[in-house]
Structure formats: C-alpha cells, structure tokens
C-alpha cells in the first residue's frame, strides 16, 4: 500500500511568519509531487507541483522536494490570514497512475 | 467553460436505496476520477478512467460502480447505500496522467451524501 504521511495539525503560525508543511511518501519510485489547499467546505485546488529535486518557488509558495529522503515541505512566507486551510500532498508514481493523497495538515493563520 | 459539474451536491437517502452521483467537464480531458473524503480524512480513490469506455477500481470500490461512455461523463452509481457511504465525494479531471503540468486534477464542487 503506498502511503503518503502529513501531520493532521492544527499548525499554527501568527501572521506575517513563514509556515512549514511536511509530507514523506512510502513508494520510492514516485515521480510527481503535488500540494493542494482546500478550505473547509470547498473542494480542493492547486498550489504548485514539483518533479525535481530542489527547491521550487511560486510567490510566496515554495515547494522543496527530495528524493532520497522522501519526503516534500511546502513553505508559506508572510503567511496570511486567508492562507487558513487544509493543505493535501499529493504523490504520483510512474506512469499513469492516480494520485495518493494524504490526510492534510490543517493551518491556522493567526492574526 | 464550466469545469468539472458535480450534481446532486447535497442528497439524503436511505439505507438500501440506490442512486447515481454526476459528473461532467467540458474541457475534454482524457482521465476522470472519483473520490470520497471522509471528515478529517484526505482523499481516497474510489473508480478512475483513463478515456471512454476504460474504468478501473481504485483503492476503496466496493459499493460502487462507474461507467464511461463519452469523454465528458463519469457517473457514480451507488447500489444498496449503507452508513459507511456517508461521505462526501469529488469528481475531477485532468487531461493525462503523465509526469507533466497537463496531469494537474481540476475538481468539482463535491456531493455530500448522507445516509441514515
């Protein structure tokens, strides 16, 4: 069973600070890393992706990805208010193959 | 250019009864998913389809089936529901499953399905 482990949280961070969201997976062979947020009640949307080893910014996104360790982060910077949610890891393996996803991690932006 | 349409979204029913969940994209995506997410749970994959007429389970099916007849549909249909169903479900949509941006999921508004 390839699983993919978040922190349930709450995460809490107070406005203006740099939040952190872990994911390890268990399947070595995955290939394609994705970080959704869903707000509560609302179906899940997009953030970034991230294939390669390395860090990948977007605004005040950036994923970090690394392989040998397997495990994915995603850093929220001047976290926000509105940035309070449920963030979803997303993993894929080769091929064809449908996304796993973790539970997520709840964040709590404090103002 | 509506997306991912999901209907009913909310829907009450009975032990034992059955019904269908809709879903349709107009954005001609070649692979469609269902999947439910229980509170305080991630996604979990219950059918997906990699075109029309081709489906295959994912890691919860049982009490489900699909169907893909065009691109734009994929209903899920639940026989005999049972409290365990009680869930609340996505359709979603992307246009491959490869290692590329055109894999990106595109979901619907969610089902929230109860039964008592």
């Known amino acids: 069973q390839k699983e993919v482990e978040q922190n349930s949280g709450p995460l809490s961070v107070p406005e203006g600070a740099i939040a952190s969201l872990n994911c390890t997976y268990s399947?070595?062979?995955?290939?394609?890393f994705f970080w959704y947020r869903q707000y509560s009640g609302k179906s899940p949307e997009l953030i970034m992706f991230?294939?390669?080893?390395g860090d990948k910014e977007d605004g005040r996104f950036t994923a970090q990805l690394n392989k040998a360790s397997q495990y994915v982060s995603l850093l929220i910077r001047d976290s926000q208010p509105s940035d309070s949610a449920t963030y979803l890891c997303?993993?894929?393996?080769?091929?064809?193959?449908?996304?796993?996803f973790g539970k997520g991690t709840r964040l709590s932006v404090i103002a | 250019n509506a997306g991912v349409t999901q209907t009913p979204k909310f829907r009450i029913l009975k032990i034992g009864q059955s019904m269908t969940l809709q879903c349709t994209q107009d954005?001609?995506?070649?692979?469609m998913y269902w999947y439910r997410q229980d509170p305080g749970m991630g996604l979990k994959l219950i059918y997906y389809?990699?075109?029309?007429?081709?489906?295959d389970k994912g890691e919860v099916p049982n009490g489900y089936n699909v169907s893909r007849s065009t691109t734009e549909d994929f209903p899920l249909r639940l026989e005999l529901a049972a409290p365990s169903q009680t869930s609340v479900y996505f359709c979603?949509?992307?246009?491959?499953?490869?290692?590329?941006?055109?894999?990106?999921?595109?979901f619907g508004a969610g089902s929230r399905l109860t039964v008592l």
């Open positions: 979603a949509s992307s246009r491959t499953g490869g290692n590329s941006g055109a894999n990106v999921l595109t």
């Open positions: 997303a993993v894929r393996n080769s091929g064809n193959t449908p996304l796993v």
């Open positions: 399947d070595r062979g995955s290939q394609s």
């Open positions: 954005m001609n995506h070649n692979y």
């Open positions: 991230i294939y390669s080893n």
């Open positions: 389809s990699v075109g029309a007429g081709i489906t």
